[in-house]
């Protein structure tokens, strides 16, 4: 289970699963200053839960180094929680469990490889099942209200095939059911961060490019974690 810092495996419940009713937001070390709002009282640190969205994780470079540096982030004393749903099995959550998850965070990443121009269904499942009625939308609902919303993507099409002379639009015109959801639950959408070209094929690209990919990734992060500073 990916839910923080390592060392932490003693606080599990069954299959690996943190109890609803600990929290991982447990600062475990020094922290650095991009993890930090700045406000006239003080410095607040911002609770950050990336949601990660790739299915197949365990074949991915450019997404499974995303999270592999944001958990040495983690264990640096970042408050980021990491929830792979893909590791529980999106078929069967636990959606008060998501909830609280939600409601304790700050920030809220969704992580993803963009599919067909939006995130893989299975992110897409997660959410339409835990931003329910009550919780996140409609009457008296306030599970999301002032959560900062950034969506981490990343595509294997070059930033020009995302164009008016490419496929028409830009990514981020993709991406307008995230404005949508954000203002119909009272977050705010951050800007997306976006990283281009990571495509990698076995047995045609090469080890060179695998490099790349994670240079790549490197620098997403770094992209990412100023945001969530912001």
């Given amino acids: 289970m990916s839910f923080l810092r390592e060392g932490e495996r003693g606080k599990m419940g ?29 410095i607040i640190m911002a609770k950050v839960i990336v949601i990660s969205g790739h299915p197949h994780l365990e074949r991915s470079i450019m997404n499974k180094t995303i999270l592999e540096e944001l958990k040495k982030a983690a264990e640096g004393g970042a408050s980021i929680a990491i929830d792979d749903i893909a590791e529980k099995g999106c078929c ?21 490889p963009v599919y067909w121009f939006n995130a893989p269904a299975m992110l897409k499942h997660w959410y339409e099942e835990v931003f329910t009625p009550g919780f996140a939308h409609g009457e008296g609902a306030t599970g999301l209200k002032g959560k ?23 990514l981020d015109e993709f991406f307008d059911n995230f404005y949508v959801m954000a203002a119909m639950t009272g977050m705010e959408m951050a800007k997306p961060i976006l990283t281009y070209g990571a495509m990698f094929i076995p047995g045609v690209s090469t080890e060179a490019d695998k490099e790349k990919l994670v240079s790549l990734a490197k620098e997403h992060v770094k992209k990412l974690l100023c945001e969530i500073g912001d």
């Fill in 14 to 42: 069954k299959r690996g699963h943190r109890s609803v009713l600990e929290s991982p937001f447990e600062p475990a070390g020094p922290i650095e200053s991009a993890f930090f709002y700045y406000t006239k009282e003080g």
């Fill in 92 to 112: 069967h959550l636990d959606v008060a469990a998501e909830q609280a998850l939600l409601k304790e965070a700050d920030t809220i990443v969704f992580q993803f």
């Fill in 148 to 170: 900062k919303l950034i969506i981490s993507a990343t595509a294997g099409a070059p930033d020009g095939a995302y164009s008016t002379a490419g496929m028409g639009h830009t």
